[in-house]
């Protein structure tokens, strides 16, 4: 196994990360020497309760934060180096996002919501395209709904298409079941394993829901500003086991 | 790309009605402008075309020889019209009757503006050869003649003539006019060289040709030659013409304003709407580049809409005005280019200007506001946003006005808006500490929310308060201008002048005037005399002066002096006291100014070849608009004495009047009766032009209510931007509060009251505001007398927390109606 995961490359390194904030009451360390490795491919559930520093990591290994200090390798490229212009460029050619709120542009359709993200990248067919992820994650007939229009589930399976419309090497999700019932949570998560597998993304899910984490091949834990690695079910590096024995089939169309 | 997700996001925001606020503000900023440029031109035009009509041309050189041919030949040649007229008194005679008469010898093109009355109606012909008409006093005096004699010609009285269109105003040219052709002059042979005679020029054109003219021509004319126009001088149509045209400038220019400040808050909201939707992109990727593209077209799109529809609206309101407005008036039509120009310039100017500073905002909104919601941007910069919007405002008011007064007044209120504000939040913050979200006492409730909110208030305090502010200053303003007015031209202002009244009819004429109940004014005095001295230097005429002479420049032309023991009415003295010595002299002050006269200096006037030596003892300001006698110098009657004179007097007469026996008379029969009893007086009729001034007056007024209900408008639009911009926040609070158990009347009743205190504010901090602007247009614009409106200070807080208390409560219905589960959900 250790061969194994020395064969894959990183798609996230960081290297004792430090995130302070300076407040009211003085300096506030959020993160505190954090070190981690994803591999490539790999899921990993970072758990922890609120305000334990775990959105502060995902902004920050997602390149839409700076850190204090430590160093932070996303797909081999070193995010100290790059300005906020260069960060878009990465973000756009090798990042997505599923947030808890969907965040979707609510005076957009569904269709075009999932289009944004590949026009913006200068994607040609990104109407086909878009319109395939929709039927992927089963909203083929609600291209021309406004979000306000879908329920919860829908909107967060409309975020899901869009997410994995520019094929993303590194997909980031913050609470993505936080906003939907268990059962919708459930389907959505399905839905998020299954194209995650398909598209052999790595997948790096903040979410203080202990089932879902489960669902992952790696779980680590924040607590007060450190990460610890508290994987127990699986072998930390056997990359898509986590998927396998996920007891639910995805509903992917 | 962005082009077309800006286009995107354009025909969506749209289509969900979503865009509806800045488009509107930008459209009745827009609107206003182009609809009033148009409205006020139209106007502007009519008020001086209609005011041109008194000099039947737009510009006349008033000559006592013919004038160099070359300058009418500089009119051919930048395309003006003109017609050269002469006028000269002549004795006619009507078989044993005769009568000194003003001959008017018209050319052909005579009158370049205006009609001819006849009794028998207008027209636009004139009196064939050796035909004469004339005027209708000029009948009566010699017993309607079939014939007249003038020099050799003699000339038959074809018709009678109601009223010239350059009838003039001059009550010292008193003859009756006999109207004849110019070319019939030569024939009589009565212009022999030195003969006394005046060549009125008359010209008219476009603006632009009449500018190239004077800017050509003024310069070549001599020290006898007057170049006259409408406006020049103190005539009470140029007065009214020049307020008249600076309100609507003044109303426009706030009208704008109070677009700018509604178009700011909608841009503002517009930004914050778009908070979430910059991140989001940012997040998967959009470069600054992308976003700045996507945002600078989407904001395009929505300013041309607005633009367009704002164009739309201000032709169908130029329209719509058209149809209300006299025909004469609405056959005005000037160009469209500048109201369009001046639409299209002002909505990108303010759209975009007031947009920049939320625009800056928004564009740096950071892509972790997607995970961390309360992020926003760019913080620092609000001396920026009040820079751009200061400016804005001047570039457009300049723009607009060309007058840097008016402008500068304008922005100085707006700061001093700003000013009172930043105070009243500081204070506000403090004061509000400890308040608490005590849910028992609606009034403590919405003190709470007003100092949770104090920064947002703050920003609605601009719209509320500056709408008010424009509001008063507009009500204001209007009626003092209409009081004016009035009062320069009350009901009965004179219609008949009575002038060369010998000294011995005085008497007579004031039982006369008794006798039929007709209440006349003073009778003045009249002499004519030259002023020579000043403290014994020698006054030199202007055309010396302009030459190289050194000397103190003085009035070329005889002046009319009177003499009396009192200050006449509507003459107030500004400096020293009236006459108390024989030797003394009151000025009135336009006169004092331009001679640069102080009291105690000693004038010496030319009076039948005699010197009379006088101090100024006073200097007296001069209401001229009241169509009263006034006179620049004004002496003791022993100063004056044995000097030859006439008298003058005005009276009003209706056009149906009481006689002494009960029998009713027309006023053109009176009139008649008096000419009849007093031969030698001459009646001049100025009825006529009063009815003009009126009828002026009445246009401007129109102009006045219409320019209010534009701003009226104007303010109800930034009103409903105001409470829309608060929507958000307050649907949270409700919620929150409602789940808490507030119950429905707490909190309508601490919404009333939290609208009605904000209210209330803006309603006092507009009215400090808008004294201090009333204050700086009086003064420095308008000339008016200043004066403080205390009743408003009570009026201003109440109305204003009514209105807004109300449209408070009508925007946040929806919300005070709905369930908790409701609120919760939409919060």
Redesign the interface.
Known sequence: MSTNSELIASAICVSNLNKTVVTQEGELTILNGINMDVKQGESVAILGPSGSGKSTLLGLLAALDTPTSGEIMLDGVELSVLNEEQKAALRKKKVSFIFQSFMLVDTLTALENVMLPAELAGVIDAKSKAENMLERVGLGHRLTHLPKQLSGGEQQRVAIARAFICEPKVLFADEPTGNLDSVNGEKIADMLFALNQESDTTLVLVTHDLQLAQRCARQLTMEVGHLTETTKSLPANDVHSAVEQTPHKAEVV | ?SW??AW??FK??LS?G?LILIVLAITLAVLSVSGLARVSERLQVAINGEAANFIAADRIINSPVAIAPEILTIAEDIGLKHVTNMQFNSMVYADDNFQLVTIKAVGEAYPLKGVIELNSGETSSLPSKHQAWYENRLGGLLNYPKHVELGDVKFDMAAEISRLPDGGFNPFASSPVLLIRLADVADTGIIQPGSRVTYLYQFTGNPQQLTQFETQVKPMLNNSQRWVDVQSGDSPIASAVKRAERFLLLASLLGIALACAAIGIAAQRYCQRHY??V??????????K?IRQIFTLHLLLVTGLGILLGLIGGMLLDYAINGFLPAEIAAYSPPYLRPIMLGVATGLISAFMFSAYPLLRLLSI???R????QLEGLQVGMWLHLLLSLSAMALLGYLYSQSIELTMTVVSAVLLLGLLLSVLGFVMVRIGHGVGMKTTNPLQLALAGLRRRAKQNAVQLVGFSSALVLLLTILALRQDLLNEWQKQLPENAPNYFLVNIAPEDTKPLDDFLDSNNIIATDIYPVIRGRLTHINDEKLISRDQHKNGTQGRVGISRELNLTFRDTLPPNNEITQGTFNQTDDEVSVESGVAERLGLSLGDTLTFSIDNQRVNVTVASIRTVQWETLQPNFFMIFRPKALQGFAYTSMASFHLDDETLAINGSKLTANALVLQLIQQFPTISVIDVGAMVGQLRQIIDQVSLSLSLVLALVLLASALVLIAQTEAGMATRQRELAVLRTFGASGWLLRSATGFEFALLGAIAGFLAVIVAEFALYMLKTQVFELVVYMHWPWWAISPLAGAFVVAVLGMWRCRQLLNQSCGALLKAG
Not at chain 2, 279 to 288: E, H, P, Q, V
Not at chain 2, 370 to 373: A, F, G, K, P, Y
């Open positions: 790309m077309q997700l995107r996001l969506r925001e969900q979503q979430d939707v991140a989001m992109l940012k997040t998967f990727g959009a470069s600054g992308q950071p892509p972790l997607v995970l961390q919601n």
